[in-house]
């Protein structure tokens, strides 16, 4: 499956920014969609996830209650809604795609080795 991230850019602290990813290749629908980023000199971190129903939701503690994690299965895209955006949110983010046809469609993962296919990463860097 291809992922193509978008939307990244240049933003001031309490800014929003809207993510998006497309994907195409493989029956949508049979993927669960993670977010994550990784920061200068860091490690790639967990952001959000949506199960492939849409019906579950995780996020990291971090962004809980600012980043909004949504898909439209009709248009294979899902997006990363990111409001009260701070500095340390700074980071390369990059979508994730995991083949969870096998499992619950409410399932989902926070790992990052169990994501088959991966974006080429959107840049979003937060100003002070």
């Known amino acids: 499956v291809q992922l193509q991230a978008s939307g990244g850019g240049l933003v001031q602290a309490g800014g929003s920014l809207r993510l998006s990813c497309a994907v195409s290749?493989?029956?949508?629908?049979?993927?669960?969609m993670g977010w994550f980023r990784q920061a200068p000199g860091k490690e790639r971190e967990f952001v959000t996830t949506?199960?492939?129903?849409?019906?579950?939701?995780y996020y990291a503690d971090s962004v809980e209650d600012r980043f909004t994690i949504t898909r439209d299965n009709a248009k294979n895209t899902v997006y990363l809604q990111m409001n009260s955006l701070k500095p340390d949110d700074t980071a390369v983010y990059y979508c994730?795609?995991?083949?969870?046809?096998?499992?619950?469609?409410?399932?989902?993962?926070?790992?990052?080795?169990?994501?088959?296919?991966w974006g080429q990463g959107t840049l979003v860097t937060v100003s002070s």
């Open positions: 994730a795609a995991e083949d969870t046809s096998y499992f619950s469609d409410t399932y989902y993962s926070t790992r990052v080795n169990t994501y088959d296919d």
């Open positions: 949506i199960s492939r129903s849409g019906g579950s939701t």
């Open positions: 290749g493989r029956t949508f629908t049979n993927y669960a």
